[in-house]
Nanobody
């Protein structure tokens, strides 16, 4: 079992920055992928960024160049640095853990960008 707890959400003005964190606890094996998703009101949940245990990263086109995903192996955490925020980045952000045969989600953290 893996438990995920997100933090770092809040209200920020357009053009500002926020750093989200996701702390993982439980049994984490050698190969896994962690990801950030987001869901805006009335929209489907969408993938924002992923990072593998081998530090391979991928980003959606909408955040590429503005967001950076990173891992902290010691603390078993993943972070999402969000810069140059736009009103369309407003959403609930979810952390996801995946390995073969298993996945887990965090409870989400609200990010609101005011224009």
């Amino acid at each position: 079992q893996v438990q995920l707890v997100e933090s770092g959400g809040g209200l920020v003005q357009a053009g500002g920055s926020l750093r989200l964190s996701c702390a993982a606890s439980g049994t984490i094996y050698s190969f896994y992928v962690m990801a950030w998703y987001r869901q805006a009101p009335g929209k489907q949940r969408e993938l924002v960024a992923t990072i593998s245990s081998g530090d391979n990263t991928n980003y959606s086109d909408s955040v590429k160049g503005r967001f950076t995903i990173s891992r902290d192996n010691v603390k078993k955490a993943v972070h999402l640095q969000m810069n140059s925020l736009k009103s369309e980045d407003t959403a609930v952000y979810y952390c996801k853990f995946w390995r073969i045969g298993y996945e887990a989600w965090g409870q989400g953290t609200q990010v609101t960008v005011s224009s």
